[in-house]
């Protein structure tokens, strides 16, 4: 998981210039470096929907019925994230009103959003689940009544 979100982390720095610069030094295109630019994002995504679809499936210890990639969580998220890239592009003004703080600004901002996607997302899926077992006649009202997954 660590790979993956250094993955993410280097793609988001490896635009504009220092991508050209790079291409150059390894002997690459620009037809290359253009398709970079167009292909990060989709590539991007599809790395952070995994890592967010690792940690639903991972972190509670119990035995999930199935693996999920796309949630409400996820879903959340990626709107939210367009949603938000459009407005930092067209009306957030942090630039003019915290100097060169207004790119960290709006990166805690995503992150705090981020991170409220994901547990609203799990809590969501946990409810899903919950109806799924009263559906089924398993007592779940209090509880979620999954297996303990096994260690080792």
């Known amino acids: 998981m660590l790979v993956l979100s250094g993955a993410v982390q280097i793609s988001l720095v490896l635009t504009g210039e220092l991508a050209s610069s790079i291409g150059k030094q390894l002997g690459v295109g620009a ?18 929907i995994n890592l967010v679809a690792g940690l ?13 990639w796309i949630t409400p969580g996820v879903a959340a998220w990626l709107l939210f994230s367009a949603a938000f890239a459009a407005y ?9 009103t915290y100097g060169t703080l207004g790119a ?20 969501v899926d946990a409810e899903i689940e919950r109806e799924r077992e009263l ?16 260690s080792g």
């Open 31 to 48: 037809g290359a470096i253009n398709a970079w630019q167009v292909a990060r994002w989709p590539v991007m995504a599809a790395i952070v």
């Open 135 to 150: 559906a089924a006649g398993i007592d779940a009202r209090q509880h979620i009544q999954l297996p303990v997954r096994e």
């Open 56 to 68: 639903y499936y991972l972190t509670p210890n119990v035995r999930p019925p199935s693996l999920r």
């Open 104 to 123: 960290v600004i709006a990166f805690l901002v995503w992150l705090w959003f981020t991170n409220i996607a994901i547990l609203v997302g799990a809590q």
């Open 88 to 96: 930092l592009a067209n009306f957030g003004s942090y630039n003019k």
